[in-house]
C-alpha cells in the first residue's frame, strides 16, 4: 500500500527560478543520525534579483548499518558520519551542477551545512578535545576536514531538520505531505538575519565535560545518580563484596578495550558509590 501510495506523488521538476532573474544559488544539506542509520538531504537555495527566495530539494542520501557494527551503539560516532556522509553529498552535487552554479556565484557556490548535534560540530570546527582512544571519530574529523573546503558548518534545532526524515520511519502520506522535505526549514526562505541563531559558537557547549562527548538530541549516555548494585538485596557482606569485584573487573576490561571508545566513570568512582551506599 505505500508503494501505491507514493505512486502518486508530484513534485516540480524546475529547482531554480529562469536562469534571468537569479542573482546567487546557495547549496544547503541537512544531516541526522540515529543508531543505526544516518542521511543526509541537499537543497538549492535560489536567490532572485528581485529579492524573492526560492528552495527546492535536489536530492537525499541515507545508509542503515548494525549500530555494533559500526558505531558500537555511540550516537555521537554516528552523528560525525552523518557529517561526513553530507559533505560527500555536496562535493557530489557541486562536480555535477558545478557549470551552471558558476554562473550566478562568481566567488564560488556557498555551501552550508546543517546538523543538531553540536558536539560533532564543535570538532570538526577543531574545538574541544575529541573521545579518548575513539580512533572512529578522529579519523572521519580528519577525513571531514579534508574535504570540507569552504563549506559552512552550523547547528540546526532538531524540529527544523528535515534529515530527520531519513533515519526514522514515516508513512508515505506523512513524507508526501511535508513541507519540511520538500522545501526545507520554513526559514531558508527569508534572508539570512532572518534566521535563527545557528552558528556553532552560539550554542553553549562545555566540551571539557566528559558527557559532552556523548551528548546527542536524541540520545546520550547515562549519568549515575543512584548506587549500580542494590546493596539491600544481598545478605552478607561477603557476597555483595564478590559481585562488586566481578563488576570492577569488566569495568576495567571495557575501558580498555579497543573496540569501545569512551566509559563515562572510573572504575573506583564506581566502586565508591557501592561503599558509599553500604556506609
Known amino acids: 500500500l505505500e508503494l501505491v501510495a507514493l505512486t502518486r506523488w508530484t513534485f516540480p521538476r524546475q529547482l531554480t527560478p529562469p536562469n534571468e532573474t537569479i ?11 540515529a543508531l543505526d542509520a544516518v542521511g543526509a538531504v541537499c ?21 542503515c548499518f548494525q549500530p555494533d557494527k559500526l558505531t558500537c551503539g555511540y550516537i555521537h560516532r554516528a552523528e560525525i558520519y ?5 559533505l560527500m553529498l555536496m562535493n557530489f552535487n557541486e562536480a555535477f ?8 556565484n562568481k566567488a564560488g557556490v556557498r555551501k552550508i551545512l546543517f546538523s543538531d548535534n553540536t558536539p560533532s560540530l564543535h570538532w570538526c570546527q ?37 534529515a530527520d526524515l531519513t533515519v526514522r520511519s514515516c508513512s508515505a502520506e ?24 545557528t552558528a556553532v559558537e552560539s550554542q553553549a557547549e562545555d566540551l571539557e565535560e566528559p558527557a559532552a562527548f556523548v551528548a546527542s538530541s536524541t540520545s546520550a549516555a547515562p549519568i549515575f545518580t543512584e548506587a549500580l548494585i542494590p546493596v539491600a538485596a544481598f545478605s552478607d557482606c561477603e557476597k555483595l563484596l564478590c559481585v562488586a569485584a566481578m563488576f570492577l573487573r569488566a569495568v576495567t576490561r571495557f575501558k580498555t578495550s579497543s573496540s569501545r571508545p569512551y566509559f563515562q566513570h572510573e572504575p573506583m568512582e564506581l566502586l565508591g ?7
Not at 97 to 104: E, I
Open 23 to 33: 542573482r546567487a544559488i546557495d547549496m544547503v544539506i541537512f544531516v541526522d543520525a
Open 43 to 63: 537543497f538549492l537555495r535560489s536567490t532572485c534579483k528581485d529579492g524573492s527566495i526560492l528552495v527546492r530539494r535536489l536530492n537525499a542520501r541515507s545508509h
Open 82 to 86: 552523518a557529517i561526513q556522509i553530507g
Open 97 to 104: 551542477l558545478g557549470g551552471h552554479l558558476a554562473k550566478y
Open 126 to 162: 577543531g574545538q574541544g578535545r575529541l573521545p579518548a582512544k575513539d580512533r572512529f571519530v578522529s579519523n572521519r574529523v580528519d577525513k571531514i576536514k579534508s574535504i570540507k573546503g569552504t563549506t559552512e558548518l552550523r547547528y540546526v534545532a532538531s524540529c527544523d531538520n528535515p
Open 174 to 197: 506523512e513524507l508526501m505531505s511535508s513541507s519540511l522535505w520538500a522545501e526545507g526549514s520554513p526559514w531558508l526562505r527569508f534572508p539570512e538575519d532572518c534566521w535563527p541563531a
Open 273 to 279: 558509590k557501592v561503599v558509599r551506599e553500604k556506609a
